[in-house]
């Protein structure tokens, strides 16, 4: 018995859904979102309520039941609320600047790092020391901030890099403090 998966989804007022078969279409304020869903699911839509269920009680079945009512799920909240990730640089001389669509980060290397946004994917950068990854597909927002994440990830001595705003870098003491 799948908890997420038995859960319906309620669809607000703004937003527009279609099945069409295993295509589901989200559209919203925020923007359009189209995801193919795996043949074993059967997704209804009963006046503003959307249901997933399984065909049976196999293992993969089970599996992809919960996934998928929370794929569709995500697609809702994404089309009306954005999705956004924060990212903060921490280190001498780093530091973060936007340039039209463009990423180009300063991170202790010889030259500069760019990185172009993906389709529907947004850059802000409130300060130099932090980037907003903000989207309406939770996947691609959570990919482009894993992304920008490996070009200089967390060093556990001295705590330079760039790491997700919730994360915490546990530090370690180093050489001198061996004695």
Known sequence: MSRIGNSPITVPADVEVKIDGQN???????????????????????????????????????????????????????????????????????????????????????????MEAPAGVTFDVPNPNTIIVKGIDKELVGQTAAVIRTKRPPEVYRGKGIKYAEEVIRRKEGKAGKK
Not at 30 to 58: A, W, Y
Not at 101 to 107: A, G, I, R
């Open 24 to 114: 589901i279409t989200v559209k919203g304020p925020k923007g359009t979102l189209e995801r193919q869903i795996h043949s074993n699911m059967k997704v209804t839509l009963d006046n503003g309520v959307i249901t997933v269920t399984r065909p049976d009680d196999e293992p993969a079945n089970r599996s992809l039941h919960g996934l998928t009512r929370t794929l569709i799920n995500n697609m809702v909240h994404g089309v009306k609320e954005e999705y956004q990730r924060e990212l903060q640089i921490n280190g001498v001389g780093y530091r973060a600047q936007k340039q039209g669509t463009k990423l180009v980060m300063n991170l202790g290397y010889s030259h500069p790092v760019e």
